[in-house]
DNA sequence: GACAGGCTGGTATGATCGTCCTAATCTCTG
DNA sequence: CAGAGATTAGGACGATCATACCAGCCTGTC
């Protein structure tokens, strides 16, 4: 029943991130990670000593696993254009998700936002560097670099309008529609 | 020190209100309304039977006031692209609070997205309704009224956008060039 | 001026929160 | 196979949560 050696760290930081996104934070208890797991409370406390190391290790997955798609898409696509367009593209795959618990990036950054604490904020943030670092790098061949980086803070916003509102409204159609117009806007560049 | 007859209540709702904003809803507890109004526990209780009839309060609360807002901008700008002027100019003035807060809307329909309930999600998105229906009447007279309520739902994305990213970053100077570019697609409707 | 009913204050309650401690078990090494 | 160290299980802790109850206090009415 209980998983093999090795993995127990990697189920709790599985279960506590797809909690953590579906409910949110700080309506995520440790019970909650124990019934979903099946693992105690204890073992969960010997490999993280409180709730926030969960989230800096939830944190830092999502942080790998965007690093990881975007080098992909580095390694994939040589033209700047191309990797917009997937960017974009990844709103349209994740639609299901994203009308249901909204974006993961965003919907965290919303939460810890109203949070007192610093350090979690910051590496929250930092999930958005990651894009907005790489959206910059690809605006920056397209147009006057200097701008590269107020196009990427745009880019971004539209997809986490897009995303909220779709998440509210529940409405599929409006997503496709904003992307369409996303991806209009990208070829005139 | 404390409130006079018949303020009770409402002081318990503004308290509610500007600490639901700040903390978010499932982060402020009985003891920090009680804390921040001096009023005391049982009293609270004898006006809302439940924390969610508090938060039913505060929403009612906000769809008055902004209610009472678009009427007035009826009322005093007769042309609908001043009234869409006004409304992207509403972020530019409230800047500071959505900086440091984020946008009252939607960081509440981003939190409540995340529960299980569903009477308090959906009087949350009433918020939003007030807004997209406004704007659709707006730009129902503006352009094809078949395409108003995409218009005034992509609208209401960007700003939600803005607000979310501007909060991230804490960058007013974002705000302003986006508010900007929202005005000057205004002007070409 | 007394009675009634809403208003106010303080405290009690059971549940749940995150955290912690320890004993049992497993696994690898010598 | 013996012993050590990592892993697991399970329960206990105090704090805090939302909620509930109750005893006084106003205030307006007859």
Redesign the interface.
């Known amino acids: 029943m209980t998983s093999q050696r090795g993995h127990t760290r990697d189920d709790i930081v599985e279960a506590a991130r797809t909690l953590f996104y579906?409910?949110?934070y700080?309506?995520t208890s440790f019970s909650d990670i124990v019934s979903h797991t099946g693992i105690q409370r204890g073992n969960i406390y010997h490999y993280f000593k409180t709730k926030d190391d969960i989230l800096d290790a939830v944190i830092h997955q999502l942080a790998n696993e965007y690093r990881a798609a975007l080098s992909a898409w580095d390694a994939e696509l040589p033209d700047p254009k191309d990797r917009l367009r997937r960017f974009v593209q990844m709103v349209m795959s994740n639609r299901d998700n994203l009308i249901r618990?909204?974006c993961p990036v965003?919907?965290l950054?919303?939460?810890l936002?109203?949070?007192a604490a610093c350090a979690q904020r910051e590496s929250a943030?930092q999930l958005?560097d990651l894009f907005r670092d790489w959206l910059a790098e690809q605006f920056s061949t397209l147009t006057d670099p200097q701008q590269a980086r107020?196009l990427a803070?745009?880019l971004?916003?539209?997809?986490?309008?897009?995303s909220?509102?779709g998440?509210?409204?529940q409405?599929p159609d409006?997503i496709r529609?904003?992307i369409e117009?996303l991806e209009k806007w990208i070829d005139t560049l």
């Open positions: 579906q409910r949110g700080t309506r618990y909204g965003g919907s950054n919303t939460e936002g109203k949070a943030r958005f107020s803070l745009h971004l916003g539209r997809t986490e309008g897009i909220l509102m998440h509210v409204y409405d409006f529609n904003e117009m």
